[in-house]
């Protein structure tokens, strides 16, 4: 099926294409956000950036949805999924304008953070309310083709978001003012996104009611023995388990591939902070296009060759192809093995998706879905720490892109003797 058949199919559903646009409206104001606060903290003209400075600053952007995961799944597991996407907006539209009004103010930089950190929170639980809800709007038969089109054309989106911010750098400036207009602007994008919410009914979107479920306050007292417990119930789940460590591994290797890239930009490719944010920016829309074209590669190969077969295949490709491409250290390498990560990784994304919504039960989803954005950001903010240790002051590595290539490869063949086997089907008797 195409991108456009698949989405016709799940948009007849009312709910879903509520949902749908929920999705779309708050990620657009995502990437927003995400460019104003990357472009102050890697790319401002009057700092300076060192591999360490990246790894912080991609803390700042990341972590927040690994410290609050497992507390976001106990909420989502028992709260209203539906009044999350409604308030969590709301409260992250005003934290924006807040923000924004900070950097006027010219308050140190440390304060920005702290702010942006607080936006963060909230979009932590927010996005792992999104990821929950979907079962509840589409059968179980159209999850891989919801999965294909829903979580892709966010990020698609969020891409868009970035190249808007771009633009309106360009025309408000890199200054603090420039970036607080950003800031202002994202935050009333995503209020919007509550109205659309609002529109779906309460009950809808679960939790499924379980009478013996504790309750919330006690649930937080004991969030890391629930958490436990959510790990548990995934290792009975292999195949999910599996293809969430695929994730992981893209994502820690991704990780070690956006510290080399701003590294490279900034002191390799380019002369000046502008320059360097013009080289990321290609590569970031090269990396769009391919996390859009997954959406129609996915379902087809999926259903062509399995899930167990196209993960790996994914993961080797991101390695090999990679490697091929940037090893010459050209700028057009690393635009083209964007574009290559983009259809590979998210292609990993939408299959483990799929797998955990299939396989989890309804009253666990919460809590895999926070293990799972533990592992989404927390490998990456380890792979930045790691790069930081391993990049010379331009960040031109030989050594570091074999690492990142022997690290897909290396994910690829445990995933593969992790992975159950597929049961073949009982043959006919010859009788």
């Known amino acids: ?4 058949s698949d989405l016709r199919v799940v948009l007849r559903g009312r709910d879903f294409r509520r949902l749908y646009s929920t999705r779309l409206v708050s990620q657009f104001s995502d990437g927003i956000f995400q460019f104003a606060v990357g472009g102050f903290a890697f790319f401002s003209p009057e700092k300076s950036t060192s591999a ?21 799944g106990v909420f989502i597991d028992r709260w209203s999924r539906r009044q999350i996407l409604v308030f969590a907006p709301l409260i992250r539209g005003t934290l924006l304008l807040a923000t924004g009004a900070l950097l006027i103010s010219g308050v140190p930089d440390w304060i920005f953070y702290a702010a942006a950190l607080c936006v963060l929170g909230v979009n932590r639980f927010f996005l792992a309310a999104l990821g929950a809800s979907l079962p509840h709007v ?41 970036i607080a207009v950003l800031m ?9 996104s509550a109205l659309i919410a609002r529109t779906m009914r309460r009950e809808l979107l679960g939790p499924a009611y379980d009478p013996n479920r504790p309750q919330a306050r006690e649930a ?3 969030v890391l023995s629930g958490l436990a417990d959510g790990a548990r119930h995934l290792v009975h789940h292999r195949a999910a388990a599996a293809a969430m460590g695929a994730m992981a591994t893209h994502r820690f290797m991704y990780g070690m591939c956006t510290a080399m890239l701003v590294m490279l930009s900034r002191y390799y490719f380019a002369e000046s902070s502008e320059d360097a ?15 859009f074209l997954a959406v129609l590669v996915t379902p087809w190969a999926t259903e062509r060759f399995g899930i167990q077969r196209w993960i790996p ?27 290559v990560l983009g259809i590979a990784g998210q292609s990993i994304k939408i299959c483990a998706d799929t797998m955990v919504q299939r396989d989890i039960e309804d009253a666990y989803l919460g809590r895999a879905f926070s293990i799972y954005d ?11 720490a790691l790069a930081a240790l391993l990049l010379p002051p331009d960040g031109r590595s030989l050594p570091v892109l074999g690492l990142i290539t022997a690290g897909y490869v290396g994910g690829a063949v445990l995933y593969r003797v992790v992975t159950p086997r597929p049961v073949p089907a009982p043959q006919p008797s010859s009788r």
């Open 1 to 4: 099926m195409s991108f456009v």
């Open 52 to 72: 360490v400075q990246i790894a912080a600053g991609l803390a700042v952007l990341l972590l927040p949805y690994s410290v609050l995961g497992p507390f976001a």
């Open 138 to 178: 589409v059968p179980s038969d159209r999850l891989m083709v919801a999965n294909a089109v829903t979580p892709t054309s966010g990020t698609v989106l969020t891409f868009v978001g970035v190249g808007v911010g771009y633009l309106l750098r360009k025309v408000f400036g890199a200054d603090d003012q420039g």
């Open 184 to 192: 202002v602007v994202s935050g009333l994008i995503f209020g919007l």
């Open 220 to 222: 937080v007292r004991h």
């Open 277 to 291: 944010l013009d080289a990321v920016t290609v590569v970031v829309a090269t990396s769009g296009v391919g996390y």
């Open 313 to 339: 295949a994914m993961l080797v490709t991101a390695g090999v192809v990679t490697f091929a491409l940037c090893a010459p250290f050209q700028q057009w390498g690393f635009a083209v093995g964007g574009f």
């Open 374 to 384: 533990m592992l989404f950001n927390g490998s990456y903010v380890l792979a930045a």
